[in-house]
């Protein structure tokens, strides 16, 4: 387990410095630049202003000088938040999408399960055709969508959670329930179809006979075989929830990861783009290879 913990992670940074280098090359190829907007500067004032971010220098040479500053852990100051770091930035922002995105993937982990469980030991009965129901639309739904909807419903219509900002409970209610609503359907469904190919199996169907009662039939026996599934779809779905605050974050105006990659994008600002695909990037292969111990774990046919 070990050997192969380190042999993962060694991947790890092959797969952050193809990252590094791609997105390097890509914003500096974009059109546009961070400081196109100040042309009308005089021209000593604008070289100076290149000089003190290494922009005058041939683009090999600000690439290696950022791999070097990259390997000290240090990302690079912004180039449109004045006097400001990329590490600065992404510290103060960072717990929030963290605590967005980790309270929906709890949310749509724990319902999902618990109603493709129900739905399976229940089939074809009411619950399970009016829950599969709403999981289809919730599958089918835009993101976007579904924020704009509950901000028009909730904060605008009932006055009941605040329309944006970042402050207490109240104002996380309705990002998580946007973020959380497609992944908690799909889920649902996955752990469903799941959880009745488990059932069919020849060692549930020994252990009912024998007498055993069905609940713990369900969570000792069942259970461990149809989360499987689930589990590797845990990788993806903590990478989507990454990638869909992004959007999340602009509806309800939180001051999370995601706005600042979307304004540094918008502005060029070539450090803060980086230094946000870089720790999206390492998050995800980090959730990943969480995953692929976990399911080592649960499942001891699988081989490191």
Known sequence: MIRYIIHRFAWLVIILLIISTVSFFIMRYTPGGPFDKERSLPAAIEKNIQAKYDLDKPLFTQYFLYLRNLCKGDLGPSFKYRNRTVNEIIGGSFLVSALLGGFALIIAFDIGITIGMISAVKQNSAFDYLTMFIAMIGISMPGFFLGMLLLILFSFKIELFPPGGWGGISHIVLPVITLAAPFTAYIARLMRTSMLDVLKQNYIQTAIAKGLPYTRVITNHAFKNAVLPVISYMGPAAASILTGSVVV??????????????????NRDYTLVMGTVLLYSTLLVILNIVVDILYMYLDPRVKQ
């Open 249 to 266: 974050e602009k509806i309800f105006a939180i001051p999370g990861l995601g706005s600042h990659f979307v304004n540094g994008a918008l």
